[in-house]
């Protein structure tokens, strides 16, 4: 047909003459009259109406749905199609999808690209889109997307052919029938002749459908001539020209210009005996439509009621639409008063508004918008309607200039058709990011009195400040002052100061630009800002300007705690507490300052974690110290809030700190002080009993002991050393050691010495717990007793002081303390101890402590030495990511490169990019941070990701997670939901619901599937506000079932009847009991219940019965199994197993021998279009091999030829098992002879692998059937170059420990050596399985050089780590460091894994990543090398 329309001299006449219909002439000649009159009205519902972008019932009607299952009439060479149970599967899997987009258009008469988006992305994700999806999907890019242009449905309809032709969809004649109604439907010229010449390529024959298609393809163009020749066709093909046909040829002769011919077309169709209908009738109004012919319409629609035809109010739109589009809108008036407002007419409205918008003649469609019966009825009973939002959005959408805009929303307003239409209107401008207009509706808002807020400003500065974009925040500063709309101090910490690289260049530029700086809005958010930095010395000078305005404290608090906890700036930090707790500036009218400052204090303890407060603990002490000195004092509940936190962050010392700043402390010591030893009021009741006693001359060691442990209780140290200066001979090594630790609490160092040397001369064996040994060195070496403190830690080592995590952290915190002073040489000294005597084994949390020192004094250059220092000393780089973002915050280029260098060197490319990603992040670079994250190649890393999650957590840094969330969108491997995750939390601790709502709405634009804790998280917060959860929350039933019930039983049941559920029991609560039990694995229980309920004459629902019988199976319990089916049988008419019970059925069978019974239940499986599991396939087709049934296995490989691909059977299942059938018939030729032909006939693949067959023979010592399948392989090997059948006997000589075969085997066929693809393979098999370390050192021996030796090493680690074989693992690591071999990552986890298990201490750095992390970077890493074998 193609070379046809090539070629006019093939037809013998041209037709074109006769389809000139002039005067009265009527050439039928030309056109078979042929068909019935239901033809031509089915014709009419496969082509609707051509120009049509409207008809959307016609475009999907019911009739239009059955077409998806229509068989095409004729097919080109296609793939293996699956079963009717496997296409089954697939429509149960995307009915969603059908009923979205039926309900859609059900509702609204059209689909939105986003939905039409994610069912596209969705069907592609599968990687088998079926036909009728592929309709689905095609059928949808026309009419039904009025808001899109032709061009993008157009665009959209290829993207969907192209990509599901990729992923394997077979295209018939009706996909490109509907490819055709699409181009019909978007106006798309293409050609016709190239159509038909893809479809004849593709071996697809066009059916009548496309001809007239085409036909109208040709008539749009107002091409007679192309379509003659088709008609031409098909009146030589005796096809049908149907109604239609006509229809197109009356548009054809209009577009062509000869009305005359287009009018009598309708004659012609009535000589030919089709009477025209409604749609011949609305193809000639269009056709006059677009000549502006107004008396011709309304002529031809009297004709029509004259003729008793009715036209719909869509054929009216169609008209409309074809006035409008023609530029003969003054028109549209004399077609509206002739609609009937039918049911339905809005919706059909709404999308001839939307088409109208799309192509530009908004003015046209807010007319028809005023028509709406449902707005005049709401206007006239005097309510306030907000309808037309359709139309001000998508007017938005389509960049309408905001005067136009304006004029529709008076108009609205006016005609009290829209409460808020303006309003409305900036919200979709906003939500758009279109600045223009947005501040273009702001000025007329504001013209009309109505108030603009700040925040309306916001969604026009995220992206600027996103972007870094100073010019774009500066415009729109300026239209907010232009509106009077002042920035408050929201607006300008977080949208606007984020822009600029510091405060002062902010206010420079905002000067610059006119805007004001002096506003109480912009000093807030200075303080903010430098508050949070940790700035305090400026944050104070800032604040003690006499020009600074009244600000109340809560503004800024929380910034103002951030760098509390950030700086070491004591002195500045108490200057700043004292100017708020004398200054009213900074509260309320009606507060007192002083309680300000007393909540602040509280805030301040509460916002830090324990690790921090201890981490700390100087810092605080000495702020606190410098408040009493200032006379700041607290209330009595603060102090009791303040000691209750500090009591849980086990730090007592800072209690007696706080407790200073109470101004009634005489109550607090009488009521509130802490007593949690309870020795308050005892002192004097011991002294009293200890001066009787010694009176009385008993002994007093007991009593004694008691006093001085209440003293240390009371922290009375003085009293104490009396104490024991006066009862020197009742001193024991316990009240040393309390003496000890007083002192070290009162920061006595040199009486803590003194103690401790005392206890030595009089028992030098004693030791002390590792707590107070670590209390001793951090006195010790805060006063400068370095060596004294080194003593003390080599006596440890010495007496062999047990260290546990405790004494870990103790000792961070001495270093950590020096650290804070600056003190680099105490800390290395220190750590050099520590490490050489082994105390503890380096970390990166140990290490820190000496980079810290050079951080708190701003010397980055120092820290880094430092940083490297300790990577080479003990393999660890401690606050790598706060030097490299102090390096990045202070812009200094040449020490960040020599960082990035220094880490790309020794921990690889990924970790520094990872690194460097997260410095940005930090200090707000989020333009820098996204270069980084969307580097070609890099992957995600679960572990530095969720890292740098829980830091934003846990500082309530939600910008910063929402940015990275942001950011790793499109992440190789990157968990979405995991990262979702994160947000949520942190929604859950700020206890946002608003943004955790976003998120959620983010999560669906990304179309993240979640996992069942993010919904349940959601569904919390949303619950916790009262809010609407909008999705169904999953739950755990049987637990919640088995809870209830365990409730039941505790209220009183007896044993007997645990379980079963109460006598008045339902249907439904004896299902959930069921369920319940066989998820528990309590499967003779749930029989049990079901016998009782069949007794009672009780049904339950087939999904109990199903999940028994699936239990039972999985149990091997064949014969109850088919009790409960009967059962069910005789309670549910037409029962019948799953596809997975009907798989464990022949599965069992198999198992207790019923073979027979296996195969006619496969055969029963097939009829009733189920599709039975790989494994019950494999496991008859074995069974049946087993009874030497070889004429079973081919009726099997025959049954399961209708399943096609999809339940990835092995290739060479029926080959081995029909070989060992005949095996097992003593047939071993026949078994050679069939596996021979395997090899000889096609390639030596991989997938060609017999060893299952090697290993049944070897299993069953037959000697006659290894020669003939020894000789075999070695023929195969020697003569045909065929390797893999001598490879796969070589490897299960390996296996089951015949290493004189395989040695013997190997000098038969030496190519076997080569073979290192199966090697590795066998290899990699082993290792998962414990006890094989000996197969691998016998296939190293037998074979050397197969592979490198890093590769045996890994191969044998995982095989001692899989059978926690520590001793050959250590033997192992050292042999390979011997012999300077590099042991892989993941390797060296297993190894760490090991160490930890046995209660060890890892002896070098474990890699931080998980195991998955380091499998799937070792597997990419080979990926290259097995792509080019």
């Known amino acids: 047909m193609a070379a046809l329309l090539r070629s006019a001299r093939l037809l013998r006449s041209s037709p074109c003459a006769l389809l000139r219909v002039k005067g009265t002439h009527k050439h039928v000649a030309a056109i078979s009259g042929r068909g019935s009159r239901a033809e031509c009205r089915g014709a009419e519902a496969l082509s609707g109406a051509v120009n049509s972008p409207f008809s959307y019932s016609s475009a ?28 089954t599967k697939q429509a149960q899997q995307f009915d969603w999808a059908l009923a979205k987009l039926d309900s859609s258009v059900r509702r609204t008469g059209r689909v939105t690209k986003t939905l039409l988006q994610r069912i596209f992305h969705d069907i592609c994700r599968t990687g088998y889109p079926s036909g009728n999806q592929a309709l689905l999907l095609l059928r949808s890019c026309g009419s039904l997307l009025p808001e899109l242009p032709f061009g993008e449905r157009t665009e959209l309809a290829h993207r969907v052919w192209e990509k599901l032709q990729e992923l394997g969809a077979t295209y018939d004649v009706s996909h490109y029938n509907a490819l055709l109604k699409v181009y019909l439907q978007n106006e798309f010229r293409f050609s016709p002749t190239d159509f038909l010449a893809k479809m004849e390529e593709a071996n697809v024959q066009p059916n009548r459908v496309t001809y007239q298609r085409l036909i109208a393809a040709y008539c749009q163009e107002g091409d007679i001539e192309g379509a003659s020749k088709i008609l031409a066709f098909m009146k030589s093909k005796d096809l049908p020209i149907t109604e239609a046909v006509f229809n197109s040829l009356v548009t054809g002769h209009s577009r062509a210009g000869d009305m005359e011919s287009a009018a009598n077309i309708l004659s012609v169709m009535s000589g030919a005996g089709i009477e025209p209908g409604p749609d011949t009738y609305l193809a000639l109004l269009c056709a006059y439509a677009e000549k502006g012919d107004l008396a011709k319409i309304k002529e031809t629609l009297d004709t029509v009621d004259n003729k008793d035809i009715s036209l719909m109010d869509r054929d009216l739109m169609q008209i409309m639409f074809s006035l409008t589009k023609a530029g003969h809108q003054q028109h549209v008036p004399e077609i509206v008063e002739r609609m009937r407002h039918e049911r339905g007419y809005v919706p059909d409205a709404m999308n001839l508004c939307l088409s109208l918008i799309t192509q530009g003649f908004e003015d046209t469609a807010f007319a028809v918008l005023k028509t709406f019966p449902s707005l005049q009825a709401e206007s006239q009973n005097g309510d306030n309607p907000d309808l037309g939002n359709f139309f001000l959005r998508h007017c938005v959408n389509m960049d309408k200039s905001p005067e136009k805009l304006v004029h529709f929303c008076k108009d609205l307003k006016d005609s009290n058709l829209h409460s808020a239409p303006l309003q409305f209107t900036l919200y979709c401008a906003l939500d758009s990011k279109k600045t223009a207009m947005a501040v273009g509706l702001m000025k007329t808002m504001k013209e009309e009195g109505l108030p603009i807020r700040p925040h309306y400003f916001w969604p026009l500065l995220t992206q ?58 912009f000093v807030s958010a200075e303080v903010r800002n430098e508050a949070a930095k940790g700035n305090l010395s400026g944050l104070l000078s800032l604040m003690s300007s006499s020009s600074f305005p009244n600000i109340d404290l809560g503004a800024f608090r929380g910034s103002l705690i951030v760098g509390f906890k950030g700086s070491n700036d004591v002195e500045s930090m108490t200057k700043i507490t004292e100017l708020l707790y004398n200054d009213s500036r900074f509260s309320q009218a009606g507060t007192d300052s002083a309680d300000n400052v007393a909540y602040f204090l509280y805030n301040l303890f509460d916002g830090m974690t324990e690790t921090e407060v201890q981490a700390k603990e100087e810092k605080l002490r000495q702020y606190l110290n410098q408040l009493e000195q200032k006379n700041i004092t607290i209330p009595v509940s603060i102090y009791r809030g303040i000691r209750n936190l500090l009591d849980s962050y086990h730090v007592p010392e800072l209690i007696k700190d706080v407790l200073a700043l109470v101004h009634n402390k005489e109550s607090i010591r009488a009521s509130d002080a802490p007593s949690p030893r309870g020795f308050e009021g005892r002192v004097p009741t011991l002294e009293k009993k200890l001066e009787e006693l010694k009176s009385q001359g008993k002994p007093t060691g007991a009593i004694f002991k008691q006093l001085i442990s209440a003293l240390c209780a009371e922290e009375n140290l003085s009293r104490a050393l009396e104490m024991k200066a006066q009862y020197e001979e009742e001193m024991t090594p316990s009240c040393y050691a309390l003496l000890i630790n007083l002192c070290c609490r009162h920061d006595n160092a040199e009486e803590a010495l003194n103690l401790k040397r005392e206890l030595a001369r009089k028992d030098s064996e004693v030791a002390l717990d590792a707590n107070k040994y670590m209390s001793l060195v951090k006195v010790l070496s805060k006063h400068g007793k370095l060596e004294e403190a080194v003593d003390i830690l080599k006596e440890m080592k010495e007496k062999d002081v047990a260290v546990k995590d405790t004494t870990v952290t103790l000792l961070f915190h001495t270093l950590n303390s020096a650290a804070l002073k600056g003190d680099s040489a105490t800390i290395r000294r220190l750590q050099d101890t520590i490490f050489t005597l082994g105390l503890v084994s380096p970390s990166s949390n140990l290490c820190s402590p000496l980079v810290t020192a050079y951080l708190e004094s701003g010397d980055l250059t120092g820290a880094l030495e430092a940083t490297m220092e300790c990577h080479k000393l003990y393999s660890q780089l401690p606050r790598i990511h706060d030097i490299i973002s102090g390096l990045v915050e202070k812009g200094d280029t040449e020490l960040l490169q020599k960082a990035m260098d220094f880490v790309s060197q020794e921990r690889g490319e990924m970790t520094m990019l990872y690194d460097l990603f997260f410095a940005f992040m930090q200090t707000g670079r989020y333009r820098e941070a996204r270069k980084i994250i969307e580097t070609p190649g890099l992957r995600a890393r679960p572990g530095r990701l969720q890292w740098f999650a829980e830091k934003c957590i846990t500082g309530q840094q939600m910008e910063a997670l929402e940015n990275v969330v942001d ?96 006598k008045e029991a339902s249907a439904a609560e004896y299902h959930l009991r069921v369920m319940s039990l066989c998820k528990k694995g309590k499967v003779q229980e749930a029989f049990n219940i079901l016998k009782e309920t069949n007794r009672k004459g009780m049904a339950l629902g087939p999904a109990s019965y199903d999940a028994l019988i699936k239990a039972l199976l999985a149990s091997g319990n064949l014969e109850d199994s088919m009790a409960v089916k009967d059962i069910a049988s005789k309670h549910i008419s037409g029962f019948q197993l799953s596809d997975l019970a009907s798989s464990l059925h022949i599965i069992t069978q198999v198992k207790h021998g019923n073979i027979k019974d296996a195969l006619v239940n496969l055969k029963g499986m097939l009829q009733a279009d189920q599709v039975p599991s790989q494994l019950a396939i494999t496991r008859l087709v074995q069974g049946l091999s087993s009874h030497g049934d070889v004429q079973g296995i081919q009726e099997v490989e025959n049954l399961v030829k209708t399943l096609g691909p999809s339940i990835s059977l092995s290739t060479m299942l029926f080959v081995n098992n029909t070989a060992l059938a005949h095996i097992r018939n003593g047939d071993i030729q026949s078994a050679v002879e069939g596996l021979e032909s395997v090899y000889t006939q096609g390639s030596d693949s991989p997938q060609k692998n017999i060893s299952f067959v090697f290993r049944k023979v070897l299993e069953a010592n037959n000697e006659g059937a290894l020669d003939k399948l020894s000789a075999m392989a070695e023929r195969l090997c020697n003569h045909f170059a065929s390797y893999r059948a001598a490879t796969d006997l070589f490897l299960q ?43 691998i050192k016998t296939l190293v021996e037998l074979i050397p050089d197969f592979t490198e030796k890093e590769t045996v090493c890994a191969y044998l680690m995982k095989c001692y780590a899989v059978d926690k074989d520590l001793s050959s693992a250590k033997a192992l690591y050292e042999q390979s460091q011997a012999e300077g071999l590099q042991l892989d990552e993941l390797s060296l986890k297993r190894l760490a894994s090991l160490y930890r298990d046995a209660g060890e201490t890892v002896p070098f750095e474990e890699p931080p990543e998980t195991f998955r992390f380091y499998a799937q970077k070792l597997k990419e890493s080979k990926t290259p090398r097995t792509a080019d074998n």
């Open 60 to 87: 999907w009607p019911c009739s239009a749905l059955r077409y998806y299952g229509t068989a095409p009439e004729q097919k080109g060479v296609v793939k293996d199609e699956p079963s009717l149970g496997v296409r």
């Open 967 to 1062: 950011m790793t969108a499109k992440l190789f491997e990157c968990d979405r939901d995991e990262m979702y995750h994160y947000l949520l939390r942190l929604c859950k601790d700020t206890n946002d619901w608003r943004k955790a709502e976003a998120v959620w709405t983010k999560m669906q634009e990304e179309n993240v599937i979640p996992r069942e804790r993010t919904l349940r998280l959601l569904a919390d917060i949303l619950k916790s506000n009262n809010q609407e959860v909008p999705f169904e929350v999953p739950e755990v039933w049987y637990e919640q079932h088995e809870a209830k019930e365990t409730s039941e039983v505790v209220r009183g049941q007896s044993a007997a009847s645990r379980n079963s559920p109460p």
């Open 1293 to 1335: 000589y390996l296996d089951t420990g015949r290493t004189e075969e395989a040695k013997f085997l190997l000098q038969r066929c030496a190519a076997v050596v080569e073979q290192k693809d199966a090697m590795m393979s066998y290899m990699t098999k082993i290792s998962q399985k414990p006890g094989q370390v000996a197969k």
């Open 464 to 521: 600027h400040q996103k972007d870094r974009n100073a010019s774009g925040t500066l415009e729109v500063l300026k239209a907010m002052q232009e509106l009077d709309a002042l920035p408050d101090v929201d607006t300008y910490s977080n949208y606007v100061l984020p822009t600029f690289p510091s405060v002062d260049a902010a206010q420079a530029a905002l000067k610059d630009a006119g805007c004001a700086v002096d506003t109480t809005g």
